[in-house]
């Protein structure tokens, strides 16, 4: 559990970082983000998820 804690900050915090750094490209890319097709989005997100499953197993094994 204390894994999973650490694991939601870290993406808070990496997310807090672009959005201080770089504020009007985040815009754009997330407005980009709404134009794109739901299966996409859907496609991408369980790709990412499969990733992320993948290296924590292997950082972790």
Known sequence: MWDF??????VLAI????FAAFPGP???AM???RETPDGILR???IAS???GVLVV???RG
């Open 43 to 45: 496609l991408m997100g």
């Open 57 to 59: 197993w292997l950082v």
């Open 49 to 51: 998820a499969v990733i």
């Open 26 to 28: 985040v815009k754009r």
């Open 15 to 18: 997310e807090g970082i672009l």
């Open 5 to 10: 804690l650490v694991a939601i900050g870290l």
């Open 31 to 33: 407005e980009h983000v």
